[in-house]
């Protein structure tokens, strides 16, 4: 024969186990609640990281333009400089010689 007391006992502490196996399976739902959120968000900052990879690389070509295009803006304007002094050292010399021819002409 059964006894009362144990069987209550008993009763008692599969109420016990019920109660905790059902918190333990709320937790289990909870972190893969939490896993499929985490999934999502590393989902979201692996395509930010490709994005930010992207622009970055754009930003690197563009910069790269923006330096040749600079360095032959600088070559035009050196061959201009240059030119200008050419030209001035031309017009120097001919004014040089035509007082030259003058001053040789007046002194005689």
Known sequence: MANPRLSGKCTEMITEMHSRTEVLI????????????????????????TDLKVSTKGYAENLQNVKCE???????????????????????????????????????
């Open 26 to 49: 709320s937790d289990m739902s909870n972190i893969k609640d939490g896993q499929k959120e985490l999934r999502k968000e590393l989902g979201d900052i692996r395509s930010s990281i």
């Open 70 to 108: 600079f360095e032959e803006h600088k070559k035009e304007h050196q061959q201009t400089f240059g030119r200008i002094i050419a030209i001035l050292g031309i017009v120097v010399t001919f004014i040089s010689i035509t007082v030259s021819v003058l001053f040789n002409l007046f002194r005689r």
